[in-house]
């Protein structure tokens, strides 16, 4: 998985710090998933039947989702554009742990070059492409935001699916 990440900003301006967030969120995330073999990342807890893979491909598939579709207009892009809606959650388990480091991996280094090419167009008030079907269009301030959420409430869920796994506890990945 990508092992550069932006330093978290504390006194940047608006963009700076929605991106900064972000980009510790996702590490968190890497760090809460990563160097796991395929019966890790298909490990359950409690009554819940998701994994780290699932949640791995999950979020692949809601970076292509919300910064490709709706940030930008473009394409989802494969595997995404031939997948049924929410199948991510029961294929993951099919594919090997570096095909899925490599999805989550691809999608986040796609995601950066197109929040990069909106920042260079414009500010975080720019809307996306797509348009809600109560009429509003999320602008790129909305979009990363909600990008947020999706992964704190996520790795969340990781916490728990690694401690139970092999123990790793922790608030952020080790510098």
């Known amino acids: 998985m990508t092992d550069t990440y932006a330093t978290l900003v504390v006194d940047g301006d608006e963009l700076d710090s929605l991106l900064s967030t972000l980009e510790r969120i996702r590490r968190t995330f890497a760090w809460k998933c990563g160097g796991l073999d395929a019966e890790a990342l298909r490990a359950t807890t409690a009554a819940s039947t998701m994994t780290l893979g699932a949640?791995?491909?999950?979020?692949?598939f809601v970076e292509a989702e919300w910064f490709a579709v709706q940030l930008r207009g473009e394409p989802i892009g494969p595997p995404w554009d031939t997948a049924e809606p929410?199948?991510?959650w029961q294929t993951a388990a099919d594919d090997s742990p570096e095909e899925l480091y490599a999805l989550w991996d691809a999608a986040v280094t796609r995601s950066r070059a197109m929040v990069a090419a909106a920042?260079?167009?414009?500010?975080a008030g720019q809307p996306g492409h797509l348009t809600w079907p109560d009429g509003r269009t999320p602008n790129l301030r909305r979009i990363i935001l909600d990008m947020i959420e999706e992964y704190a409430r996520h790795t969340g869920h990781a916490d728990l699916l690694r401690?139970?796994?092999?123990?790793?506890?922790?608030?952020?990945?080790?510098?």
């Open 55 to 60: 949640l791995l491909k999950h979020l692949a």
């Open 86 to 88: 929410g199948s991510e």
């Open 119 to 123: 920042v260079a167009e414009g500010d």
């Open 163 to 175: 401690e139970a796994v092999d123990g790793l506890v922790g608030e952020d990945a080790p510098a």
